[in-house]
């Protein structure tokens, strides 16, 4: 399973960006996708996540400001931010927690509970 994580950069506060998130080797048709996030000095933040079923979770800290999407032709998961804010500067992942669910526990998405990861892509935001 290989995951790669693309679509970073340096954005000002209030901009948009667009995720993307390459799958080889697992279908994401079939298994639920990840999104993470670490700043410096923080653990990482499970951020949105979608399922087989299409069904999409999203940390209370980026709802209204993610979107989670997939192509399942393209093989591949995006995650569309919106109206960006210097908190949200941070190295973003995305993984796979290997099973048709997104994994959720009291309304948060272990790190623990991810299989597979990808290479990150940094997100700055300038305020």
């Known amino acids: 399973v290989q995951l790669q994580a693309s679509g970073g950069g340096l954005v000002q506060a209030g901009g948009s960006l667009r995720l993307s998130c390459a799958a080889s080797?697992?279908?994401?048709?079939?298994?639920?996708i990840a999104w993470f996030r670490q700043a410096p000095g923080k653990e990482r933040e499970g951020v949105s996540c979608?399922?087989?079923?299409?069904?999409?979770y999203y940390a209370d800290s980026v709802k209204g400001r993610f979107t989670i999407s997939k192509d399942t032709a393209e093989n591949a998961v995006y995650l569309q931010i919106d109206n960006l804010k210097p908190e949200d500067s941070a190295v973003y992942y995305c993984?796979?927690?290997?099973?048709?669910?997104?994994?959720?526990?009291?309304?948060?998405?272990?790190?623990?509970?991810?299989?597979?990861w990808g290479r990150g892509t940094q997100v700055t935001v300038s305020s």
């Open positions: 979608i399922s087989r079923s299409y069904s999409t």
């Open positions: 993984a796979t927690p290997d099973t048709a669910g997104c994994t959720v526990i009291r309304d948060v998405m272990p790190a623990e509970g991810m299989d597979y």
């Open positions: 080797g697992i279908n994401v048709n079939r298994y639920a």
